[in-house]
């Protein structure tokens, strides 16, 4: 029996499947693995070796960390998956994947308050704007904008036991005028995790492990489609090598400089859909 013999009848074995979208990406996925078992006439140790390395993913995998999602993310797989699902024009704020320290049930939190403790250290910026129907430029009012920063040290709060719960989160819901403001921390580059098997992955590359600096936004209203976004700092050069490859031209923030504080302005068009929410990596 030849190799496409042998791979018709392994996608043979699966085709029952009732849910016929479950039954296309099954055997779409048996055909590309083989296909790139085949192509790479791979040898027995480097099988032994990928399921070592999927073993070892698993192990860094826990509540507060996922190396597969980290993985999907340094692989460019996350990103193409919001490229390939939101079409929008180039003058319109882009989607960018969720990323692994998404937590839910951020506190709702004052119009113009800070997500920051007032300990927290680092250089305070007031982010303020509106939230419009992309079709018709019209605002939305009570759109909930979902944010989320690393604090200066490149650490999320949940990865760094001397931040308080929550610091560095927060919901802001925006009036009558669709107008929100907040105040955040201007946004720090940071590592993604390089202890686990994908540390191992970026290594070898010798790709460096940041992620320019950032600030995430989820904003969601009803009968809009949810924007997953980040918002970077327009001319920082780790941009153009973001290790998850998604920073672009449509997600730069123009932060100017007020004395002892920056600022920005930044709007978020929605497009009317379905709205959803995204799984949060963190319960
Ligand atoms: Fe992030």
């Not at 700092?233 to 973001?242: E, F, H, N, R, Y």
Request: hydrophobic letters at 35%; one cysteine or more; a negative charge.
């Amino acid at each position: 029996m030849n190799g496409s013999d042998f791979t018709h009848r392994v996608c043979e074995a699966y085709s029952k499947i009732e849910n016929p979208r479950v039954n296309a990406l099954v055997q779409s996925l048996i055909k590309h693995l083989h296909a790139y078992v085949q192509e790479n006439s791979l040898t027995e140790k480097e099988w032994e070796f990928t399921w070592d390395f999927l073993a070892r993913m698993a192990k860094f995998t826990h509540e507060e960390r996922n190396e597969f999602l980290l993985a999907a993310d340094v692989l460019g797989v996350s990103q193409l998956i919001e490229i390939l699902n939101h079409h929008r024009p180039e003058s319109e704020v882009g989607y960018a994947l969720v990323g692994p320290f998404y937590r839910e049930n951020a506190p709702f939190r004052a119009r113009g308050a800070a997500i920051a403790s007032d300990d927290t250290a680092g250089i305070r910026v007031k982010i303020y704007g509106k939230v419009i129907d992309d079709s018709t430029g019209k605002p939305i009012a009570n759109a909930v904008l979902d944010t989320w920063q690393a604090a200066t040290n490149g650490l999320y709060e949940t990865q760094d036991p001397n931040q308080p719960d929550m610091n560095l989160r927060g919901k802001f819901k925006t009036d009558e005028n669709g107008n929100y403001e907040l105040v955040a921390l201007m946004p720090t580059p940071y590592p993604v995790p390089t202890d686990g098997p994908v540390g191992e992955l970026l290594k070898v590359a010798h790709r460096h492990p940041l992620r320019p600096a950032h600030i995430h936004f989820i904003v969601s209203a009803s009968n809009y489609e949810t924007l997953i976004t980040q918002i970077f700092v327009s001319g920082d050069d780790i941009v153009k090598t973001d290790v998850v490859f998604t920073a672009s031209d449509n997600m730069m923030g123009n932060f100017v400089k007020e004395n002892d504080h920056y600022e920005l302005q930044y709007d978020f068009q929605l497009t009317l859909g379905i709205s959803t929410y995204p799984e949060a990596p963190i319960k």
